[in-house]
């Protein structure tokens, strides 16, 4: 009678926790979407308390900036060859103007703020160039200009909707998802795109490269400083004069580009992009993962700036990054916005408020002006690239010192599905671009090139890029829980990446219900299944004592002991 009688108690307090967590889901709804015209007001309404400005702010502002310009140069230089003057400097530009300039409250002005780097890597290399290229065969260049800008504001807009879904669930995401996982697919990016793609130009102009590259590395990694001068200021100086001696810059590209320098009235194309919402079905599983890293992202960066002692609600904080997204994509921009996690930095350099409005206010005239383009001109482009190999360098090395030992295989293994997408990108685009300068009828080499590439299973490359960040989450924390013989978890995640891949999220090149049996879809679900039922039954030998336990070792460490 008594075992019944728990049982039931437990039954009652297990109903009670249920409606107390849907009460405080219902709050926190209700705290995101109310706001009152008071609380707006005073987001630009200095505390008489807090200074606005003191001298640190310019030391902040001259960080944030440079930080900033070096990844917009570089999304500049990345999109101009695939949509054009038109579409970068007229339309995306002043959207991400406007993005930069906006922030909900003061005190996340004290938070660095700005584009999202890898998610703008991303979306260029993974969303933009493909559907250019894929497009290019059969239309013109205006038209695929067009599709390519389209596609990717659409898939910017899905990212911005999914910001502000996660400002409820991101918590539990995070709290349910292995933080190395989620990390390694960000380094990932860091990895194959930011480092290794941005280094190709590095050894392509050894003579104006190498100096600016060991400058960056050995300010940032070895602490060689250069007094006041910010070290991306004196590697991006000793580059242009570089550059100017040996004939990279030339006086006719400057000419050129002073006649980009007029104004750009902000555009708001949101009847085109609905128009081809149905295309981002190709995508999601790159709009998805952006928008989680993100989303944990901020997790992490309000929990840096806690820990130097400066509170933030983190649900606001994500809101500020769905509601930025939204402002950018509406005005014509596929860069989303995130909090910066160089918080704690910017505080030792005594920066307050005024930085991060200096910042904002700075790029008005560069994306509304097209100055950013003579600028491209003026200075050595090739300067930029060591400031962004830095970044992703740091990404991968800040995830290597919070990763135990014991689960390097899993990092490793993790970042290989980003690296095959950038892979198969490269090939496909670089070999197409090449292929269309050739007049020959019905060319399709895009769409064909399986039968013409050999030497390696371009199949499997294409199977082992689909859906690279989410499948990087997957596949680390499968073999996290692997060599920790946490075989229930193990299958618990398999069955998600059987979810995931028989609609084609991973390990496809298509999203749908993937059936068929030229398709490749089912065959992974399979396989996921497989694992899952094979992770089952070394569970129920390990809790017979036929094989070893679980390792007693602590999980790898949350993102709240990151830092």
Same mark, same amino acid.
């Given at each position: 009678?008594?075992?019944?009688?728990?049982?039931?108690?437990?039954?009652?307090?297990?109903?009670?926790?249920?409606?107390?967590?849907?009460?405080?889901?219902?709050?926190?709804?209700?705290?995101?979407?109310?706001?009152?015209?008071?609380?707006?007001?005073?987001?630009?309404?200095?505390?008489?308390?807090?200074?606005?400005?003191?001298?640190?702010?310019?030391?902040?502002?001259?960080?944030?900036?440079?930080?900033?310009?070096?990844?917009?140069?570089?999304?500049?230089?990345?999109?101009?060859?695939?949509?054009?003057?038109?579409?970068?400097?007229?339309?995306?530009?002043?959207?991400?103007?406007?993005?930069?300039?906006?922030?909900?409250?003061?005190?996340?002005?004290?938070?660095?703020?700005?584009?999202?780097?890898?998610?703008?890597?991303?979306?260029?290399?993974?969303?933009?160039?493909?559907?250019?290229?894929?497009?290019?065969?059969?239309?013109?260049?205006?038209y695929c200009q067009q599709l390519a800008w389209y596609v990717a504001l659409a898939s910017n807009l899905i990212t911005g909707i999914v910001l502000l879904l996660l400002c409820i669930f991101g918590e539990f995401i995070r709290k349910n998802t292995p933080s190395i996982a989620l990390l390694t697919s960000i380094s990932g990016l860091g990895y194959a795109i930011l480092a290794l793609n941005e280094y190709l130009p590095v050894a392509e102009t050894p003579i104006v490269a190498f100096i600016p590259f060991t400058i960056v590395m050995l300010g940032y990694f070895g602490g060689v400083t250069y007094g006041p001068v910010p070290i991306a200021v004196v590697a991006l100086a000793a580059g242009t004069v570089l550059g100017w001696a040996t004939s990279l810059n030339q006086g006719s590209l400057v000419k050129e580009a002073a006649h980009l320098v007029k104004f750009y009235a902000p555009v708001f194309p949101i009847k085109e992009m609905i128009q081809h919402m149905d295309t981002i079905r190709f995508y999601l599983s790159t709009t998805i993962p952006t928008a989680i890293v993100i989303a944990i992202g901020t997790i992490q960066c309000v929990e840096t700036a806690k820990r130097a002692g400066d509170f933030y609600p983190t649900h606001e904080a994500m809101f500020v990054d769905g509601i930025g997204t939204l402002i950018a994509t509406c005005f014509g921009s596929i860069l989303s916005m995130t909090a910066y996690i160089g918080h704690p930095a910017t505080k030792k350099m005594g920066a307050k408020q005024a930085y991060s409005l200096m910042n904002g206010l700075s790029y008005l005239p560069l994306c509304f002006f097209g100055i950013s383009g003579?600028?491209?001109?003026?200075?050595?482009?090739?300067?930029?690239?060591?400031?962004?190999?830095?970044?992703?360098?740091? $990404?991968?090395?800040?995830? @290597?010192?919070? %990763?135990?030992?014991?689960?390097?295989?899993? =990092?490793?293994?993790?970042?290989?599905? /980003?690296?095959?997408?950038?892979?198969?990108?490269?090939?496909?685009?670089?070999?197409?671009?090449?292929?269309?300068?050739?007049?020959?009828?019905?060319?399709?080499?895009?769409?064909?090139?399986?039968?013409?590439?050999?030497?390696?299973?371009?199949?499997?490359?294409?199977?082992?890029?689909?859906?690279?960040?989410?499948?990087?989450?997957?596949?680390?924390?499968?073999?996290?829980?692997? $060599?920790?013989?946490?075989? @229930?978890?193990? %299958?618990?995640?398999?069955?998600?990446?059987? =979810?995931?891949?028989?609609?084609?999220? /991973?390990?496809?090149?298509n999203v749908g219900v993937l059936v068929k049996n030229k398709d490749d879809g089912w065959r992974f679900s399979v396989a996921y299944t497989m694992l899952a039922v094979f992770f089952l039954l070394l569970e129920i030998a390990q809790r017979k004592h036929w094989i070893k336990g679980q390792k007693k070792k602590a999980d790898d460490l949350s993102s709240f002991e990151m830092n």
């Amino acid at each position: 009678m008594s075992a019944i009688s728990t049982g039931r108690n437990g039954l009652v307090i297990n109903h009670k926790s249920f409606v107390n967590h849907c009460q405080n889901v219902k709050n926190k709804i209700k705290q995101l979407l109310t706001f009152h015209p008071k609380e707006w007001i005073g987001a630009f309404r200095p505390n008489s308390k807090y200074p606005f400005f003191v001298r640190g702010d310019i030391d902040g502002f001259v960080a944030l900036f440079i930080g900033n310009l070096s990844t917009l140069l570089a999304v500049i230089l990345s999109l101009q060859p695939i949509l054009g003057d038109n579409i970068v400097y007229g339309k995306i530009l002043p959207g991400t103007g406007l993005a930069m300039l906006w922030e909900k409250r003061g005190d996340v002005c004290v938070m660095p703020y700005g584009i999202c780097t890898p998610g703008a890597f991303a979306f260029i290399y993974v969303i933009i160039s493909p559907t250019y290229y894929g497009c290019i065969s059969t239309h013109d260049k205006a038209y695929c200009q067009q599709l390519a800008w389209y596609v990717a504001l659409a898939s910017n807009l899905i990212t911005g909707i999914v910001l502000l879904l996660l400002c409820i669930f991101g918590e539990f995401i995070r709290k349910n998802t292995p933080s190395i996982a989620l990390l390694t697919s960000i380094s990932g990016l860091g990895y194959a795109i930011l480092a290794l793609n941005e280094y190709l130009p590095v050894a392509e102009t050894p003579i104006v490269a190498f100096i600016p590259f060991t400058i960056v590395m050995l300010g940032y990694f070895g602490g060689v400083t250069y007094g006041p001068v910010p070290i991306a200021v004196v590697a991006l100086a000793a580059g242009t004069v570089l550059g100017w001696a040996t004939s990279l810059n030339q006086g006719s590209l400057v000419k050129e580009a002073a006649h980009l320098v007029k104004f750009y009235a902000p555009v708001f194309p949101i009847k085109e992009m609905i128009q081809h919402m149905d295309t981002i079905r190709f995508y999601l599983s790159t709009t998805i993962p952006t928008a989680i890293v993100i989303a944990i992202g901020t997790i992490q960066c309000v929990e840096t700036a806690k820990r130097a002692g400066d509170f933030y609600p983190t649900h606001e904080a994500m809101f500020v990054d769905g509601i930025g997204t939204l402002i950018a994509t509406c005005f014509g921009s596929i860069l989303s916005m995130t909090a910066y996690i160089g918080h704690p930095a910017t505080k030792k350099m005594g920066a307050k408020q005024a930085y991060s409005l200096m910042n904002g206010l700075s790029y008005l005239p560069l994306c509304f002006f097209g100055i950013s383009g003579l600028l491209i001109s003026i200075i050595a482009i090739i300067a930029i690239n060591p400031v962004v190999i830095f970044i992703g360098l740091v $990404i991968c090395s800040d995830t @290597l010192a919070i %990763t135990p030992q014991r689960h390097y295989p899993a =990092f490793l293994f993790g970042i290989m599905p /980003i690296v095959a997408d950038w892979a198969r990108g490269t090939i496909i685009s670089g070999a197409s671009n090449a292929y269309s300068n050739f007049t020959l009828p019905n060319a399709q080499f895009s769409s064909n090139v399986s039968s013409v590439i050999t030497g390696f299973s371009y199949r499997g490359l294409t199977n082992f890029a689909g859906g690279s960040l989410l499948q990087s989450v997957f596949i680390t924390a499968i073999l996290m829980y692997m $060599i920790d013989r946490k075989f @229930l978890r193990a %299958t618990v995640w398999s069955l998600i990446a059987d =979810f995931f891949s028989f609609f084609g999220l /991973i390990n496809a090149s298509n999203v749908g219900v993937l059936v068929k049996n030229k398709d490749d879809g089912w065959r992974f679900s399979v396989a996921y299944t497989m694992l899952a039922v094979f992770f089952l039954l070394l569970e129920i030998a390990q809790r017979k004592h036929w094989i070893k336990g679980q390792k007693k070792k602590a999980d790898d460490l949350s993102s709240f002991e990151m830092n």
